[in-house]
């Protein structure tokens, strides 16, 4: 808010007009002065998830080494080197909780996107995430429970294992942490918070790291989007033929493969709030996956599609340029396709390939590879992108 403007405009308004103005002015300076401009991560609920597991093991200690041949007196002190440590139960015990752990970091980065340490879940999505950790954070407390009930009976089972045929090996198992002692290091908990700027309009500079985190979200979308792009690509659309070993491409697919591209969509949909164009990205991922078969086999000029949509989202750049042709309204097949007219259309970049041209059995091998100069202001953008989706293979 800029007043000494206003109040240069104030001076071509009448006198009576003028003073109304003046009191407008004191007003706005007052409501500017006592209240902070609401800058924060809106729509968004950040959660850090705090779990503690205990490693299941002790410091080896250099007494333990020197007990087994006295010429481990030679190794130096722990404040130089460390000299590794023993597992005094067994690591099954200890993998059920990184296990319960594990479900709960998929569950937030299925739903959310880093931010500021933690995990930014959209607002309609927390109820179910919130949901979705209490249950983790009981199973985990149901552990706990279980293992330190039995802690005693456990790691005196682990020892019996090791030590039976190797009793020399019975000291290892000395100054072993009492349960009391590990429960302490055990515990499975999640902050749910809220984020703002850390200051108003008016000093703008202070919030400059803070925007740059805020305007980092897309990025984080486009570049998760585009690893599962890349993940549908490398393990669905490409395959091992068992006779040669070669890697090469799958002449079909079925509607379960397409898995990658149903999650990319989900999560445009739930952070369509960062930016005008991921909502039009996520309708236009959508119309064409409708279009596809829901049952058998996908090939042909379905498969196609698929291959170019995956092409296309697999770079977080070609992705943000495919967002604004779609913010623009253009539909898939107008970002996708070529106008009517002949079966290929040949431009400098490659040749674009027409489904018909699929169908046909046409040599998918033989297309160019994609183009990567990029767009610039005087480049028509709907062209361009033909260009470099012309040759997804």
Known sequence: MYLPDLRKLSLSITHGASSLWGLLLIFLEQATMTELAKKDATGLVCVMLDVHIWSGRRHLEKTDLIHANPEFRKLPEKELANLGSVKICDP???????KVKGKAER?????????????????????????????????FLALEAAFLKGY??????????????NPGWTHLFGNIPSASHVAGRLSFDFHPYRISAPADDLQPELNERFDEQMKGLKGELLTEVAAEANVLMADYLM????????????????PKTLGPLKRAAEKLKNFQFLDPSIGPLASVISELLDTLPTVGRIDGPNLIKVWSLARMLSSPAQAAQMAVLAAEGKDFEEIFTVAPGPASVKREAGTVVSSEMAAEGFDLDAVAQPMTTPINAT??????MLDNLAAFF
């Not at 480049?379 to 361009?384: G, R």
């Open 107 to 139: 569950a937030l980065k299925r739903a959310g996107l880093p931010i500021l340490g933690a995990i930014g879940v959209p607002d309609h999505l927390f109820e179910a995430v919130h949901k979705e950790l209490v249950g983790y954070q009981a199973e």
């Open 379 to 384: 480049t028509n953008q709907h062209d361009s």
């Open 152 to 165: 005693d009976a456990r790691v005196e089972a682990w020892k019996l294992k090791h030590t039976l045929e």
């Open 239 to 254: 395959g091992t033929d068992p006779a040669t070993g070669v890697t090469k491409k799958r002449e079909h697919v079925t």
């Open 92 to 98: 099954d015990d200890i993998k059920k909780f990184q």
